[in-house]
């Protein structure tokens, strides 16, 4: 049996098997009137399917295995979910198996039912040795299904990131000005410190940093102290003045709690990446933002005050060191970079609006963020290049966002066959 169970199940939802006088293994004659709907959750595989059984029409749920003796080993007999299954579709009926009250559980198997083209087609083009299963086929794929794919992925890529921010907004009692402000904090750790950055966010409010704005250092001083990351003691003045500065502020805030460095990750990370310098960005940020959330969701077009707002260069000591000690070799602005930027507002301000517009039922937010990714330009990472090496170019954010959701969720863990793309390739030219 090289064939995986989300085949089987694929075969029954499309019904790619001769139906003519089936028969369950107990010689009943079956009839489907409705496959049911597909669960992706715990409990069966179909809910709310209807079919008729010996002229006994029944309403329940369907499970699918490859071979039935899994009903078993799966201990679905003993789970009250599972009570009112009413079809058990198999490819081998290797064992009996029976309800909870002790009755067989009416049983289809599939063997020798299965369309030969929806086999072939399984077998020559979907490659799970490969990274991108479908890579070698792809080509064959009409661009309206690949588009289609891409946007599902995509939607239930903003879906994840929106249940984050949703979840901030819960803690903060929804507070959605401090959610923007922590949701800044998480997508200013590019993903290697997206968690201690998350945490500090949590430490320090918002509330308290805005009282404190007209001064870069308080803020430098209460972040960077706050993170674990002052040095214990310095030669340099500027560093000893924030060492000052924080042991004021964790005084004056009776702050018993803070992180340590080693939570924070500098190996594998570019100087530019550095949670030092990236904190005294953010604190040259906070220092220029009365209203962080404002400035996201009033500036909808060119986004001229936001980029103005993310562009605005830390301190002096910051333009010229990546952490404490010694200095850069190279002295820069050390503000954000375009592509940076660009980054932020796929990962941060999209993701702001798409949660928005689900928390207060307005749809158009959501149509903001697909208009919006589609005048960014696509993002160059590993996973883009893999489709781009298969002659699938991304052409802009919207495309590349598609694409890391559709690697994500479904190249990598080869759920191949619940993708529209693998769908179409299974299906071929099958009725």
């Known amino acids: 049996m090289n064939f995986r169970e989300d085949f089987l199940q694929l075969v029954w939802k499309y019904q790619y098997f001769d139906r003519k006088n089936l028969l369950t293994v107990d010689g009943q004659h079956l009839q489907i009137l409705n496959v049911g709907f597909h669960n992706k959750g715990e409990g069966p595989d179909f809910r709310d399917a209807s079919l008729v059984l010996d002229g006994v029409t029944l309403h329940g749920h369907v499970e699918v295995h490859r071979l039935a003796s899994e009903w078993k080993q799966h201990a679905h007999g003993g789970d009250p979910a599972y009570n009112s299954v009413i079809l058990h579709v198999v490819w081998e009926n290797d064992k009996v198996v029976y309800r909870n009250d002790g009755t067989p559980m009416p049983t289809l198997e599939l063997k020798g039912k299965i369309f030969l083209e929806i086999w072939r087609n399984y077998e020559n083009l979907l ?29 239930e890529r903003l879906l994840e990131k929106s249940k984050l921010i949703l979840s901030i907004l819960d803690q903060t009692k929804g507070d959605w ?6 949701w800044l904090f998480t997508c200013f750790g590019f993903k290697i410190n997206s968690t201690p950055m998350s945490e500090l966010a949590a430490l320090v409010p918002y509330k308290t940093l805005q009282k404190h704005r007209t001064q870069v250092s308080a803020l430098e001083a209460m972040l960077l102290g706050q993170a ?12 000893q003045h924030l060492i000052r500065e924080y ?9 018993v709690q803070k992180l340590s460095r080693q939570q924070w990750s500098f190996m594998g990370a570019r100087p530019t990446n550095f949670p030092t310098l990236r904190i005294a960005q953010l604190a040259a940020i906070l220092s220029q933002a ?10 909808r077009r060119e986004f001229s005050a936001f980029k103005k707002l993310l562009q605005v260069k830390p301190s002096d000591y910051w333009q010229h060191h990546y952490n404490f000690g010694k200095p850069a070799e190279k002295t820069a602005s050390r503000g954000i970079s375009g592509q940076t930027l660009e980054l932020l507002i796929i990962n941060f301000v999209i993701p702001l609006w798409f949660a928005y517009g689900r928390y207060f039922e307005q749809s158009e937010w959501q149509e903001r963020c697909f208009d919006l990714m589609q005048t960014i330009p ?27 959701g559709l690697y ?22 099958s009725k």
């Open 378 to 404: 696509a993002e160059n990472n590993f996973i883009i290049r893999k489709y781009e090496e298969k002659a699938w170019k991304a052409e802009n954010a919207f495309d590349s966002q598609g694409m890391i």
């Open 177 to 182: 000005e401090e959610t923007a402000y922590r």
């Open 290 to 299: 009365p209203n962080l959330l404002q400035s996201v969701m009033e500036d």
């Open 228 to 239: 674990g990351l002052l040095p214990e003691k310095s030669d340099e003045p500027y560093a």
């Open 247 to 255: 042991d004021f502020y964790q005084k004056k805030f009776s702050w």
């Open 408 to 429: 994500r969720s479904y190249c990598q863990p080869q759920k191949c066959l619940n993708c529209k793309i693998g769908q179409s390739l299974l299906k071929g030219q």
């Open 127 to 155: 490659d799970f040795k490969s990274d991108l299963p479908c890579a070698h086929a792809m080509k064959s794929v009409p661009e309206i299904i690949r588009f289609s794919a891409l946007e599902k992925a995509l939607v």
